[in-house]
């Protein structure tokens, strides 16, 4: 037995290195160097590691911003067993220290206030694992009016909408941003009314 950096003790196995595992599951356990193990305790051993450090992993990460449990799995599942980092987000889940529903609402009222439109929020909710019920509750409290809010994006981004080429680029902005093509020109239509009325 060996230590090694960020609190992990390496075992070796008649002299040759077998495996890296989490010093204070090792402790807990009560292995010392020179002990006889079976196949079947070293893989209790492993699986006990594993789980300790992606509640550890789940527990750090959620430190520094919201997840969902998808979301929360995979980056755990980077370092990780999967079946370890689903089991820290499961743990995390019963601690309620995530809750899916409650950061779709947060996450769609974000993406809402940046401009997007339900498509892309909705893009956005589901690739960030939110199943796709709680997606559409989340997007059904914040969802502005689509016209009005691309005649948004075009007051504060695109003054200069008289110009043909600025309006193609005002467009191809706003598809991208989840925007039907009727809804964008709608918008432009109507952006287009005020500035002549203003002008």
Known sequence: MEPR??????????GEYAVSVDT???????WKPGREVTAAQLHDLLAESDARRASEKALYLLEHRSHSKKEL???IARTLPREAAQAAAQKMEDLGLIDDADYARRCAQALFGKGYARRRVQYELLHKGIAPELAEAAMDDFE?????AA???L???YPTLQD???RRRAAAALQRMGYSWEDACAAMRAVLEN???DG
């Open 5 to 14: 950096r960020h609190r992990l003790t390496a075992l070796f196995l008649d």
């Open 73 to 75: 799995a995979d980056k």
């Open 24 to 30: 204070e599951t090792v402790l807990r356990a009560g």
């Open 155 to 157: 007051e504060k981004k």
């Open 164 to 166: 043909e080429k600025v």
């Open 195 to 197: 500035v002549e009325e």
């Open 144 to 148: 502005p009016d689509p016209v009005e």
């Open 151 to 153: 005649c948004a994006v």
